[in-house]
């Protein structure tokens, strides 16, 4: 990272820090002061700057707002008992975003843009990376359209943003998840593996129709047959079946979660027998009804591990075993909250340091 680009930076006149309960914080309300913006225009980023977090001014026929060209990422910046601000896989996150753009027919990001202003943000709001246990910085990069063009082509004219938020304590409930039979959310060839926006409208109806009859989320499944486990919700899903860990294999219909990738290549430093391959809803179903299902849970930055309480399938539902019982996903939980605060040595690599 070398300070090359020229970021100008107008700060907030009265910081709103002081009117956040730092112990009681409510996901995704609260922004902190500042926000970075830099523009597409004319073939080239520029215009890169940092300004108090406020509304802003979009063309009502900006094709983000109607074709959802749009893109967007989500990691965690972690304050360590000294008072650093660790960052969690920054890299990774910058290279999915492009993945991302390249699909959408939007021009690549350059790196100084991304991890410069990013630096430059979380520089200006560190008083906003929360250090009472369990909470983190969520920090959202996004990248759409601001043409003023309603016509559907590859657009002209863009905006990277980045706006962050603090995150409370996130004390995961165990969840009930339907395996879906019915409603798809990624097919091959589509978008899936992407961070899109025009992926995550129509997962919303069918999410809610479960959480009507008592389910917590999704699980999807292939958009062919429904005959294979792809993800659950926003979230990587695996499993621990006879002591091997298993999770669906990456591909157009998969989301390539930084937190998947982590917890795989721990498993694989503690030498524990992984596959990634298809993963048929039946072996899954008849684990759960042998009692072999040891674990299930959900990887995403937002919750790292989310255990997964109860299965629900056409109309039986599986009871898993007690969460105090789950050997891999409580010391993999543990070992990578101990990494992102610092509390033990980076083996891999994955901390950026402010
Ligand atoms: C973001 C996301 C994930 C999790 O990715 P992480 O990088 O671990 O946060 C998984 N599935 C979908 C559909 C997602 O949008």
């Known amino acids: 990272m070398t300070e090359t680009l020229n970021i100008s930076v107008k700060k907030i006149a009265q910081s709103k820090i002081s009117q956040v309960d730092f112990k009681n914080i409510q996901f995704g309300k609260t922004y902190s002061d500042h926000m970075f913006t830099a523009d597409y225009i004319d073939g080239e980023w520029k215009n890169a ?112 943003m980045i706006i962050t938020c603090p995150v409370g304590a996130y004390y995961a409930k165990p969840v009930k998840v339907k395996i879906e039979d019915h409603y798809v959310r990624a097919v091959e060839g589509g978008s899936g593996y992407c961070k899109t926006g025009c992926n995550y409208g129509p997962a919303i109806y069918p999410a809610k129709l479960a959480q009507d ?97 109860q299965i629900g399938y056409k109309d039986e539902d599986f009871e898993l075993p007690p969460v105090e019982t789950r050997e891999f996903s409580n010391k993999v939980l543990a070992e990578l909250d101990n990494m992102k605060l610092g509390k033990i040595e980076d083996r891999f690599n994955w901390i950026t340091k402010l």
Not at 108 to 113: E, T, V
Not at 230 to 240: K, L, R
Not at 242 to 266: E, F, H, M, Q, Y
Request: aromatic fraction near 10%.
């Open 49 to 160: 700057r940092i300004e108090p977090y406020e509304m802003m001014q979009i063309s009502p026929a900006s094709p983000a707002l109607h074709y959802g060209i749009s893109v967007f990422e989500g990691l965690k910046a972690f304050k360590t008992e000294d008072g650093i601000v660790n960052i969690f896989r920054a890299d990774k996150n910058f290279e999915r975003l492009n993945i991302s753009a390249g699909r959408m027919c939007m021009p690549q990001l350059p790196a100084d843009i991304y991890y410069e202003g990013l630096k430059a943000l979380l520089e200006i709001d560190s008083e906003w990376v929360p250090d009472v246990e369990g909470t983190s910085l969520y920090i959202r990069p996004f990248i759409f359209s601001n043409d003023d063009y309603i016509g559907i082509r590859p657009s002209l004219n863009f905006k990277f």
């Open 213 to 309: 009859k008592g389910y917590d989320q999704l699980v999807w499944t292939d958009g062919k047959e429904h005959k294979y486990i792809e993800e659950s919700g926003t979230m990587n899903i695996m499993f621990v079946i006879d002591g091997k860990l298993i999770t669906p294999a990456l591909g157009d219909t998969i989301l390539n979660g930084i937190t998947r990738n982590s917890v795989l290549a721990i498993a694989r430093d503690w030498g524990m027998e992984v596959e990634e391959r298809k993963v048929e809803v039946a072996e899954v179903v008849a684990a759960a009804r042998a009692g072999k299902l040891q674990e299930a849970f959900g990887a995403g930055t937002a919750a790292t591990i989310a255990h997964i309480q």
